[in-house]
C-alpha cells in the first residue's frame, strides 16, 4: 500500500468515527473562542482606532511616566526573584537529595513548605509581611522596637513572591537532581576533586539548563502576579496592577488593552524560550534513572550548614503563614493581643461570608471536573490520535499557561461585553456566573493537560489498539480503557482545578460583579481597607477547606488509583 493510499485509509478511519470528530470540533471553537478570541480584541483594541490601523495607543501609553515606570518595576521584581527563588529551589533540592538527613522532621518540614503555597491564596504571605514587619508588626515594633518600617514597596514585593514561589523551583530542581547518575559524581571524587569542585564542573552543569527552566517560570509567575503588589506594593507600580487601576480607575479600556499587550509579549517571550528550548535542553541533558543509589553526604562540615539554613528558611516560611490564623484570632493585630472570635462571626453574619464560601465553592466545584474532563480528552487527543489540528490544539490549550490572569481578564471584558458578541448567547455570558467558570476552566488547563500527556505516553498502544479491533468507537475506548488507566491524573487534576479556582483573584476581579461574592476577592478588599482581622478570618477558613481537599485527593487515589491494581 502507498503513503498517499495510507493517508486517504487514515483520513477515511477518523472520519467515520463522529464522536471522535465533533469532540475535536468542540474543542477548538472552545479553545478559539475562550482563548484566542480575548487575546485578538485584546490587539484590535490596541491597533485600530478610529482613524483606522495605528500605533497611537502604544504611542500615548509608552508616554505616560506611571507605565514606563511600571514596565522597568516589574522587570526589576521579576529578575531577582527569578533567581532567588530558583537558587532557593536548588539548595532546598540539592539538601534533600544529596544529603542525609538526621531527622525525619526535616524531611516532613520540607515536604509542608512544598505544600503551603499550593493550599492558599496567592496573597497570604503578603498579610503575613505586614503583620510581621510593619508599623504594628510583632517584629520590627515588639521585638525590634521600630516604630517606623515600612514593608511596602520593591523589597517587600521580592520577598514575599520569593517565599510564594521558591517552592515551586524546589519540586523541579529536586525532580532533576534525582535522575543524575551518581556514577558521574563519584567518577570526579575518585579522582581527588572537591565536593565543592564536583558541585561546580559537574551536578551543575548537569543542572543548568533546568536551573534556567526554573528561573524563567518563576520569572512569568513574579511579573503576571497581581494580589500581592496590590496589597503590599504600596505606590511601587507593576505592570499587572497599573492595567487594573487604567480599566478600574482612569476608565481607559484602549489604554488597558494596549498595556495587556505589552505584559503577554513578554511573558509569551519567555514562555516560549521556557517551553521550546529550555525544557528540550533539560531533557537532553540528563541521564534516565539513576544506576544505583546515591551516597548521601555525612561529613558534618557540609551537613550542618546547610540543614540549619534550609531549616531556618523553612521555619519562617511556616511562621510567616502561622501569622493568619492569629491574625484571626486576636482583637486588634499590634495593640490588643487578647484571644477573640469576633472576626470569625462577622465573617458570617455581618460580611456576607456564608454566601462567599458558598459561590466559591460552587463555581470551583462545577469548573473542576469540566476542566480535568477536558485535560484528559486534550491530552489523549495529542498523545494517542493523529489529526491535522492536533498541534493547534496542544499549544492554545498550553497558551493560557503564558496568559497573565490580568490581561485575560480585559481581554474577556473587551470581547463580551463589547466586542464581536454584541447580542446572544455569548454577550450575556459577561456578568453571570457562566463567565467565570469558563475562566477558571482557562486558568487550569494547562497543569491538567501536562499532567495527562506525561500519564498517557505511559501507556502501550497496543493496550487501546485491542479494544478498536474489538469494535469499539473512540469514546467507548476512551471511557473504558484509557481514563481507568490515568485515573490517578484525572484525580490530581480535579482536585488541582479545584484549588486553583477557589484561590484565584488576577483574572476574576475584574469580571466578578455584585451578584457573586468570592471569598479570593474579599480578601484583597478587607486587606487593602486594613481590615487584616477580617481578611485573616476568611484565609484561614479557605486555607483549611483547600488543604481539606487535597487530603481527600491523596486519599482516595490511595484507595482507588491505579496503582493497586496493577501488576507488578
Given at each position: 500500500m502507498s503513503g498517499k493510499q495510507g493517508q486517504n485509509l487514515d483520513r477515511k478511519k477518523f472520519f467515520s468515527d463522529p464522536v471522535l470528530v465533533t469532540t475535536i470540533a468542540v474543542l477548538i471553537a472552545f479553545l478559539t473562542l475562550f482563548i484566542l478570541y480575548p487575546l485578538a480584541i485584546l490587539l484590535v483594541d490596541s491597533f485600530i482606532t478610529e482613524e483606522g490601523v495605528s500605533l497611537g495607543v502604544f504611542k500615548r501609553i509608552m508616554g505616560m511616566p506611571n507605565f514606563r515606570r511600571a514596565i522597568t518595576n516589574t522587570l526589576k521584581v521579576g529578575f531577582l526573584v527569578g533567581i532567588t527563588s530558583a537558587l532557593l529551589g536548588l539548595l532546598f533540592a540539592y539538601v534533600e537529595v544529596y544529603v542525609k538527613l538526621r531527622t525525619r522532621f526535616m524531611e516532613g518540614l520540607f515536604r509542608v513548605v512544598s505544600m503551603l503555597p499550593v493550599v492558599s491564596p496567592p496573597f497570604v504571605l503578603s498579610l503575613s509581611m505586614i503583620m510581621l514587619f510593619g508599623k504594628s508588626g510583632i517584629i520590627t515594633r515588639y521585638l525590634l522596637h521600630i516604630y517606623d518600617n515600612s514593608v511596602y514597596g520593591f523589597w517587600g514585593i521580592a520577598i514575599v513572591q520569593t517565599l510564594t514561589f521558591f517552592p515551586v523551583c524546589y519540586m523541579m530542581?529536586?525532580?532533576?537532581?534525582?535522575?543524575?547518575?551518581?556514577?558521574?559524581?563519584?567518577?570526579?571524587?575518585?579522582?581527588?576533586?572537591?565536593?565543592?569542585?564536583?558541585?561546580?564542573?559537574?551536578?551543575?552543569?548537569?543542572?543548568?539548563?533546568?536551573?534556567?527552566?526554573?528561573?524563567?517560570?518563576?520569572?512569568?509567575?513574579?511579573?503576571?502576579?497581581?494580589?500581592?503588589?496590590?496589597?503590599?506594593?504600596?505606590?511601587?507600580?507593576?505592570?499587572?496592577?497599573?492595567?487594573?487601576?487604567?480599566?478600574?480607575?482612569?476608565?481607559?479600556?484602549?489604554?488597558?488593552?494596549?498595556?495587556?499587550?505589552?505584559?503577554?509579549?513578554?511573558?509569551?517571550?519567555?514562555?516560549?524560550?521556557?517551553?521550546?528550548?529550555?525544557?528540550?535542553?533539560?531533557?537532553?541533558?540528563?541521564?534516565?534513572?539513576?544506576?544505583?543509589?546515591?551516597?548521601?553526604i555525612t561529613d558534618r562540615s557540609v551537613t550542618l550548614p546547610l540543614t540549619l539554613l534550609c531549616s531556618l528558611i523553612a521555619m519562617f516560611v511556616l511562621l510567616m503563614y502561622a501569622c493568619v490564623p492569629f491574625g484571626a484570632l486576636f482583637r486588634t493585630w499590634g495593640y490588643d493581643f487578647h484571644l477573640t472570635t469576633k472576626w470569625f462571626q462577622q465573617v458570617f453574619v455581618r460580611y456576607k461570608g456564608l454566601k462567599a464560601f458558598r459561590d466559591s465553592f460552587v463555581l470551583s466545584l462545577i469548573a473542576s471536573p469540566i476542566t480535568a474532563l477536558l485535560s484528559m480528552i486534550i491530552s489523549y487527543l495529542v498523545v494517542k490520535r493523529n489529526f491535522r489540528s492536533k498541534g493547534f490544539i496542544e499549544a492554545v490549550s498550553m497558551l493560557a499557561m503564558a496568559v497573565p490572569g490580568t490581561v485575560l481578564g480585559i481581554g474577556y471584558i473587551r470581547g463580551f461585553s463589547a466586542g464581536v458578541f454584541r447580542t446572544g448567547f455569548l454577550q450575556g455570558l459577561y456578568g453571570t456566573g457562566a463567565i467565570l467558570v469558563i475562566v477558571f476552566i482557562v486558568r487550569s488547563l494547562p497543569t491538567g493537560t501536562r499532567s495527562g500527556i506525561s500519564a498517557l505516553r505511559q501507556i502501550d498502544k497496543s493496550i487501546e489498539e485491542s479494544a478498536y479491533d474489538m469494535g469499539a468507537d473512540s469514546l467507548k475506548v476512551f471511557m473504558t480503557v484509557t481514563l481507568p488507566l490515568i485515573k490517578d491524573s484525572f484525580l490530581s487534576g480535579l482536585v488541582t482545578a479545584f484549588v486553583r479556582s477557589i484561590t484565584a483573584i488576577s483574572a476574576i476581579i475584574l469580571l466578578v460583579t455584585p451578584q457573586f461574592l468570592l471569598i479570593t476577592v474579599q480578601i484583597n478588599e478587607f486587606a487593602e481597607k486594613g481590615a487584616y482581622g477580617i481578611a485573616c478570618a476568611f484565609a484561614t477558613i479557605l486555607i483549611i477547606i483547600t488543604y481539606a481537599s487535597v487530603l481527600l485527593m491523596n486519599v482516595v487515589i490511595k484507595y482507588f488509583g491505579t496503582s493497586r491494581y496493577t501488576n507488578e
Open positions: 530542581m529536586k525532580g532533576l537532581l534525582k535522575n543524575i547518575d551518581p556514577s558521574l559524581e563519584e567518577a570526579a571524587r575518585d579522582m581527588g576533586a572537591s565536593r565543592w569542585k564536583v558541585f561546580m564542573t559537574v551536578t551543575l552543569p548537569l543542572v543548568l539548563p533546568g536551573l534556567g527552566n526554573a528561573f524563567l517560570v518563576t520569572f512569568i509567575e513574579s511579573i503576571a502576579d497581581f494580589a500581592n503588589p496590590m496589597i503590599i506594593g504600596g505606590s511601587y507600580d507593576t505592570l499587572a496592577t497599573t492595567i487594573y487601576l487604567q480599566i478600574t480607575g482612569a476608565y481607559d479600556k484602549a489604554g488597558a488593552s494596549a498595556m495587556a499587550v505589552v505584559l503577554l509579549c513578554i511573558t509569551l517571550i519567555m514562555f516560549i524560550v521556557q517551553k521550546y528550548w529550555l525544557e528540550a535542553k533539560s531533557t537532553a541533558t540528563l541521564s534516565g534513572k539513576a544506576s544505583r543509589q546515591r551516597m548521601l
